[in-house]
């Protein structure tokens, strides 16, 4: 999780459509920022369909699996860790790894939010789901563009980073990847919202963390 990058107040993020919570995931992201705003915009409903595509898919194959179950069923270990969720400027609460295959949690980043949630907002934004169900159904989205043939979503659309004559130099935009994630994880689950609210959520409980850098 990097922080929340919104001037909006906090009752309209929570009520704030995937599209939206998409835009501002992408315009967050440096190189995203050289998209012009139509090609923004038809990049997250790219990602947000993929997810949600990705994760019917995935749930009528396995149609009454919970997220750790469907990762067993496909050989992806989930794990819990207790490193320190906070690398640079980025709080963990998941990821995933290739070689083998697994889902890291991580105990500390888990924590806070798990805390915060505590209530009537866990029903507000997860229904029945819990944070974990959450994020291991986020990382079972990158395990499925890992190892699929399809381009990544990531790469589907290209900043140019430098142009000269014909010759261009253009990267992919990662955020697009996590966009689809949070889809993925809306979709199995039947969240009511895309899962990157819940980085508003718990934003406040981790930024001391995050100030003393």
């Known amino acids: 999780m ?5 001037d909006r107040p906090f009752g309209e993020i929570m009520s704030a459509s995937p599209e939206t919570v998409g835009l501002l995931m992408l315009r967050a992201d440096h190189h995203a920022k050289r998209l012009d705003d139509q090609t923004q915009i038809a990049a997250v409903s790219a990602a947000l ?3 949600a595509a990705t994760a ?6 396995f149609p009454e699996l919970s997220p750790r179950d469907i990762a067993r069923q496909l050989q992806v270990a989930v794990m819990a860790s207790d490193d320190d969720p906070l690398v640079g400027s980025i709080w963990r609460f998941a990821e995933y790894r290739s070689k083998p295959s697994r889902i890291v949690l991580y105990t500390q980043g888990l924590a806070p939010l798990e805390q915060v949630l505590a209530g009537g907002l866990a029903t507000r934004l997860l229904r029945g789901a819990t944070a974990q169900d959450v994020f291991v159904a986020h990382e079972l989205y990158h395990h499925a563009e890992a190892t699929r043939p399809d381009v990544p979503i990531a790469r589907r659309y290209q900043a140019t980073l430098l142009q000269i004559g014909r010759w261009r130099w253009s990267t992919g935009i990662s955020a697009l990847s996590e966009i689809a994630a949070g889809s993925f994880a809306q979709t199995l689950l039947g969240l009511p919202c895309h899962p990157k609210l819940l980085d508003y959520v718990v934003w406040p409980a981790v930024a001391p963390e995050h100030d003393r850098l």
């Not at 990097?2 to 919104?6: K, L």
């Not at 019917?56 to 194959?61: I, P």
């Open 56 to 61: 019917r898919s995935v749930r009528r194959r």
């Open 2 to 6: 990097t922080r929340a990058a919104s």
């Open 49 to 51: 369909a993929d997810g």
